[in-house]
């Protein structure tokens, strides 16, 4: 499950592979690894992590936007696939980049235990990652659909109260509903 790429037409250019930087990555992530499992376990009630890069770009075997992997991606996996008795049943990513998380959200597209909420500026498909991605129409697919919900701002012209208003009457009221 690894967004690394060998080299090629798909290598994103705007990355140097080195030999310390699988190494370097896997340090960072241990916070996020346990962390997660305090939750999990009952330890701690709550967490945040402030992850950068948030590595939302990453595809699989494709490495994009300055990005080697994502790193939510092999936590929600671990979570839901290497440690069930864990309990974990559902996990919420809340991306608020002003990128569309492109990779996240292809990576758990079809998934319905992964809700993906992305707020990015999107301008019609033209902002980056651009295309259609980040469209409010892209739900998901098979299981996953209704899973994947994104706002689109246009233009970039937004600010507080038009981040409170999609928290209270869009992200809000869909946790409450599932």
């Known amino acids: 499950m690894e967004a690394i790429s060998g080299g090629g037409r798909d290598r994103d250019l705007s990355l140097d592979w080195k030999s310390k930087t699988r190494a370097e990555a896997a340090g960072r992530s241990g916070k996020l690894k346990e ?3 305090k939750v999990a376990t009952g330890e701690l009630s709550s967490a945040v992590a402030i992850v950068r890069p ?5 595809e699989r075997m494709k490495q994009w936007g300055f990005v080697y992997l994502t790193m939510l991606l092999f936590f929600a996996s671990y979570l839901l696939n290497q440690r069930p008795e864990l309990g974990v049943k559902k996990i919420l990513i809340v991306d608020w980049d002003v990128h569309h998380g492109n990779g996240t959200q292809k990576m758990f597209w079809k998934d319905p235990r992964v809700l993906y909420f992305s707020v990015h500026r999107f301008d019609f498909g033209t902002f980056y990652p651009s295309g259609d991605d980040g469209s ?6 098979g299981l996953g659909a209704g899973y994947n919900i994104n706002v689109p701002w246009e233009h970039g012209r937004v600010g507080d109260a038009d981040y409170l208003a999609v928290w209270e009457h869009i992200l809000i009221p869909v946790l409450l509903a599932v």
């Open 35 to 37: 962390a997660s499992e």
């Open 54 to 58: 948030p590595g939302h770009h990453a």
């Open 136 to 141: 409010h129409t892209m739900v998901g697919e």
